[in-house]
T-cell receptor
Framework: EPEVTQTPSHQVTQMGQEVILRCVPI?????FYWYRQILGQKVEFLVS????????KSEIFDDQFSVERPDGSNFTLKIRSTKLEDSAMYFC?????????????FGDGTRLSIL | AQKVTQAQTEISVVEKEDVTLDCVYE???????LFWYKQPPSGELVFLIR??????QNEISGRYSWNFQKSTSSFNFTITASQVVDSAVYFC?????????????FGAGSRLA
C-alpha cells in the first residue's frame, strides 16, 4: 500500500539554525499538509498546500516557517532560526482530490530536537 | 468554536476486556467529517475510520466499532476483547467544511494501556 514518506526520522539542530524537513506524499495525492505534535500533546495543524500554493495556515505558521514543493514528488517544511519550542514531532500528510472527506494519510513523522 | 474533547486522558484495560473511548465535538457546521486515528508507541498516525455528518450508521470492523450520535455530538470508539497490540494513543479529529476545507482538528488523545 502506498504511503507518505518522511525524512529524516530524527533531526537534531542547534538553536538558531535552519532546518528542512522532507516529505514524499502518496503519488496520486494533490493536497498536502504539515502538522506538529509537541511531546505528550495533541496534534496541531500548521499548513495545507494545494495547486502549488498555501490554502490555509494556522497561527503557529508564522514567518519563521515556509513550505515548498520543489519538484513533482517532494514537499518540504523549512523552519528558519529555530527555537527551543520548535522541538516536536512534525507530521506530513496527504490526501486525494475529490470528496473533501477523503482521509489524510500521515507519514511516520520527523522528530525535531532543538538544542 | 470548533473543538474536539477527549476527556479520558489515560485508560487502563485488562486484556480481553471491552473499552470505549469517548469523543465529543463542537462545530456550527452542518456538514463535517469525523475521524479516528491510532498512534502506537512507534509514533506514526494510522487512519482508522471516517464518518460524515449525514451518516449516523454505526460501524463495526472486526473488534472495532464506532457509535456516532449527532444529537449528543459524540463519536465514540469501542474496542472489544482488547489485546496488547491495542496499546496506543487514540485521537478523534473533526474536519469542518467551513473556514477552510482542509485542516483536521484533533482532540488531546486517549492513551490506552
Amino acid at each position: 500500500e502506498p504511503e507518505v514518506t518522511q525524512t529524516p526520522s530524527h533531526q537534531v539542530t542547534q538553536m538558531g539554525q535552519e532546518v528542512i524537513l522532507r516529505c514524499v506524499p502518496i503519488s496520486n495525492h494533490l493536497y498536502f499538509y504539515w502538522y506538529r505534535q509537541i511531546l505528550g500533546q495533541k496534534v496541531e495543524f500548521l499548513v495545507s498546500f494545494y495547486n502549488n500554493e498555501i490554502s490555509e495556515k494556522s497561527e503557529i505558521f508564522d514567518d519563521q516557517f515556509s513550505v515548498e514543493r520543489p519538484d513533482g514528488s517532494n514537499f518540504t517544511l523549512k523552519i528558519r532560526s529555530t527555537k527551543l519550542e520548535d522541538s516536536a514531532m512534525y507530521f506530513c500528510a496527504s490526501r486525494r482530490t475529490g470528496e473533501s472527506g477523503q482521509p489524510q494519510h500521515f507519514g511516520d513523522g520527523t522528530r525535531l530536537s532543538i538544542l | 468554536a470548533q473543538k474536539v474533547t477527549q476527556a479520558q486522558t489515560e485508560i487502563s484495560v485488562v486484556e480481553k476486556e471491552d473499552v470505549t473511548l469517548d469523543c465529543v465535538y463542537e462545530t456550527r457546521d452542518t456538514t463535517y467529517y469525523l475521524f479516528w486515528y491510532k498512534q502506537p508507541p512507534s509514533g506514526e498516525l494510522v487512519f482508522l475510520i471516517r464518518r460524515n455528518s449525514f451518516d449516523e450508521q454505526n460501524e463495526i470492523s472486526g473488534r472495532y466499532s464506532w457509535n456516532f450520535q449527532k444529537s449528543t455530538s459524540s463519536f465514540n470508539f469501542t474496542i472489544t476483547a482488547s489485546q496488547v497490540v491495542d496499546s496506543a494513543v487514540y485521537f478523534c479529529a473533526l474536519r469542518p467544511l467551513s473556514g477552510g476545507y482542509n485542516k483536521l482538528i484533533f482532540g488531546a488523545g486517549s492513551r490506552l494501556a
